[in-house]
């Protein structure tokens, strides 16, 4: 995990920050293009994000966490899903957004989604990838200036 001095976890545990960064890495398998989850700040930003959140959703991420992690473990994966290699890590998952209850598979699919959001959304992973927001918001301040809107 990426750490400036302001990146310290207010709701998410050491040990479930290590399984989100875990579930990034298999979700969204950036290496070797782009840097590895730990050198960005996904799983602080998936703590903001839990921060600013309801507390029974907040609760309810964490628990999806959990069972993330437990999931392998139960289903006869031989361990945890951060014990497992990557490509086990990717057959539980790809095993699990297939399960036939809808519950789970839109659990899965939110925790999935959750991953991107967290690992895309850094901004060295965004300008690596071409998304430059820093340049989109002076472009938006020029035209409003060029057009005289506040």
Known sequence: ???AAADRLTVLTPREASIFACLVDTVAAPE???PPVAQTDAAF???RWLAASPRLNAIGMRVLL????LGPWLLGYGGRLRQLSV???VRYLDAVERNRNPHVRQ???LLKGTAYLAY???DDVMLRVG???EANVERGRALRAAEGRP
């Open 107 to 109: 659990l899965t699919k």
């Open 1 to 3: 995990m990426a750490g």
């Open 32 to 34: 070797p293009v782009l």
């Open 66 to 69: 959990h069972a993330a992690e």
């Open 87 to 89: 490509p086990d890590r």
């Open 45 to 47: 930003f998936f703590d």
């Open 120 to 122: 895309y959304g850094d």
């Open 131 to 133: 998304y430059d927001a």
